[in-house]
């Protein structure tokens, strides 16, 4: 079916059911952050594995980013990916030479520190923008203002300036390599497009999505296209094969039955779940259950079982 056939098919019509979920406070995740990714799932990754179910084959995460989900989990199978080839191959790296993950942060460390900050800063960035690469962006990433690595669309030049934390000294980092590093036995790390990986999914898996939602969020993760419809048809295909798929939803993003001006297939998906919803906005909630988007919800989740 035509994706615009797609869209004008589902009719705004309400999900099944909606739950909500008490939840007292955030949960602490249990891995430190190896990496700084914006987006990511590290204060709610206890709580959105709480809704997976414990009977699954292989662990599927095909918008992979810093891996919180995926740290938290420590599935006993996995099939980690990401389209942006910079950031895999840290992953790579920590799988298959975690010495000289250490090293590439390490370097860039005393290079930093053993002149002025922001020169230094600037002249990894500069090598980064020559030719991007995973030791760069391992630096930077933790280096940077806010820890958000920023792509210009037009060239995906990384134009982030320095930040004005001190990162953090390469033994922390060395203990956070160690802490990832045996995670890793037990997956495979691809870098490919979300489609192709959910495509190697089997009946009795379980693939965890965290897509990029907006205009703004293709431009942070390195330009890449992205259809929020195109992951709602693999999502579809998906279910039809007996594969059980968890959508996060950014909570901003979120308004009705559209995410994004894209509406939510009707019949796609089971429940809804609200995380991070603290008891004020629980509260909220219960009083007036259609004013969600304005009160602060941190993100959501979509289930298709
Ligand atoms: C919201 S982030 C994921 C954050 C992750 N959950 C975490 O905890 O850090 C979205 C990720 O999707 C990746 N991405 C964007 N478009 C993609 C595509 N078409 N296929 C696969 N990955 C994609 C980006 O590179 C980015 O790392």
Not at 252 to 268: A, E, F
Request: glycine share 6%; proline share 5%.
């Amino acid at each position: 079916m035509k994706q615009q056939a797609l869209i004008d098919e589902i009719a705004t019509t309400p999900l099944k059911k909606h739950t909500s979920v008490t939840i007292e406070t955030s949960i602490k995740a249990s891995r430190q952050q190896l990496l700084k990714w914006v987006g990511n799932k590290q204060r709610f990754a206890r709580e959105i594995i709480s809704y997976f179910p414990t009977d699954y084959g292989t662990y599927f995460e095909p918008f992979l980013g810093s891996g919180a989900v995926w740290g938290a989990l420590e599935p006993a199978k996995a099939l980690v990916s990401d389209a942006f080839a910079p950031l895999v191959e840290i992953w790579q790296i920590l799988q298959n030479d975690p010495e000289q993950l250490k090293q590439w942060y390490a370097e860039r460390w005393h290079r930093m520190m053993a002149g002025e900050k922001v020169a230094g800063y600037e002249s990894i960035k500069a090598a980064y923008n020559t030719a991007p690469n995973g030791a760069d962006l391992l630096f930077l990433c933790r280096a940077c203002y806010g820890g958000v690595v920023r792509f210009r669309k037009r060239d995906g030049y990384m134009s982030t300036p320095c930040g004005a934390h001190q990162p953090m000294p390469p033994t922390n980092f060395a203990n956070r390599v160690d802490n990832w590093h045996p995670l890793t036995n037990n997956a495979t790390i691809a870098h490919m497009n979300y489609a192709a990986a959910m495509q190697m999914a089997q009946a009795g898996d379980i693939i965890y999505c965290d897509p990029p939602y907006s205009f703004s969020q293709t431009i942070l993760y390195g330009a890449q296209s992205f259809h929020l419809a195109d992951l709602f048809e693999a999502i579809r295909s998906c279910k039809t094969r007996g594969i059980r798929v968890v959508l996060s939803i950014d909570g901003t993003k979120r308004s009705g039955n559209t995410i994004c001006n894209v509406s939510i297939p009707d019949g796609l998906f089971e429940r809804e779940v609200l995380v991070n919803c603290g008891h004020s906005m629980l509260k909220r909630f219960q009083m007036d259950g259609k004013t969600m988007q304005d009160e602060g919800v941190a993100d959501r989740l979509l289930l298709t079982y």
